[in-house]
T-cell receptor
Framework: DVKVTQSSRYLVKRTGEKVFLECVQD?????MFWYRQDPGLGLRLIYF???????EKGDIPEGYSVSREKKERFSLILESASTNQTSMYLC???????????????FGPGTRLTVL | AQKITQTQPGMFVQEKEAVTLDCTYD???????LFWYKQPSSGEMIFLIY??????QNATEGRYSLNFQKARKSANLVISASQLGDSAMYFC????????????FGRGTSLIVHP
């Protein structure tokens, strides 16, 4: 019954390291999203993708990049991790169809990243 | 541009009582959808309920109901008969139409249910 999975629940990295966060969905959704969640700030969109190899910047793309080589997989990359990127990262997917049964986003379990 | 406002950072409720979590929104889209999600301490976001802007009736899903007042641009979540397992963060979100599939989230409300 698993729909959206993320590669790690907890991750500890050092400043300057390159970090890969992987997200896989099995619902054949076109749209995938990466959010960052910090206390009091809610969910902030980093990047989203509406098709394979297509990506768009969200509200806070600085310091991040993404890759979508296959429809089911959307990767978030921190090129050089910094302490201010310590956060909870959530991946989500959704169908673009404006149909009531398919409106909601499906979220992964989240990755708590700590950068030391 | 879309905006969601949740003015209650934290709420407390006694077990078995009802509680209302506030959500107001702003959008220029003539057609849109409103969502509520629950996030327990485990971190996973769980979809609770959806309301379409042209739906005639307020949405209900078990103990959850959405008090939709279009003229006031509010979409409050009502949880009846609160349970200890309802303690969590709750997020209101909206999504427009016309190809705009990027949801906008509020900052969330932390609900604590006391025994």
């Amino acid at each position: 019954d698993v729909k959206v999975t993320q590669s790690s629940r907890y991750l500890v990295k050092r400043t300057g390291e390159k970090v890969f966060l992987e997200c896989v969905q099995d619902m054949d959704h076109e749209n995938m999203f990466w959010y960052r969640q910090d206390p009091g700030l809610g969910l902030r969109l980093i990047y989203f993708s509406y098709d394979v190899k297509m990506k768009e910047k969200g509200d806070i793309p600085e310091g991040y990049s993404v890759s979508r080589e296959k429809k089911e997989r959307f990767s978030l990359i921190l090129e050089s991790a910094s302490t201010n990127q310590t956060s909870m990262y959530l991946c989500a997917s959704t169908s673009p169809a404006w149909d009531r049964a398919h409106n909601e986003q499906f979220f992964g379990p989240g990755t708590r990243l700590t950068v030391l | 541009a879309q905006k969601i406002t949740q003015t209650q950072p934290g709420m407390f409720v006694q077990e078995k009582e009802a509680v209302t979590l506030d959500c107001t929104y702003d959008t220029s889209d003539p057609s849109y959808g409103l969502f509520w999600y629950k996030q327990p301490s485990s971190g996973e976001m769980i979809f609770l309920i959806y309301q379409g802007s042209y739906d005639q009736q307020n949405a209900t899903e078990g103990r959850y109901s959405l008090n939709f007042q279009k003229a006031r641009k509010s979409a409050n979540l009502v949880i009846s008969a609160s349970q200890l397992g309802d303690s969590a963060m709750y997020f209101c979100a909206m999504r427009g139409t016309g190809g705009s599939y990027i949801p906008t989230f509020g900052r969330g409300t932390s609900l604590i249910v006391h025994p």
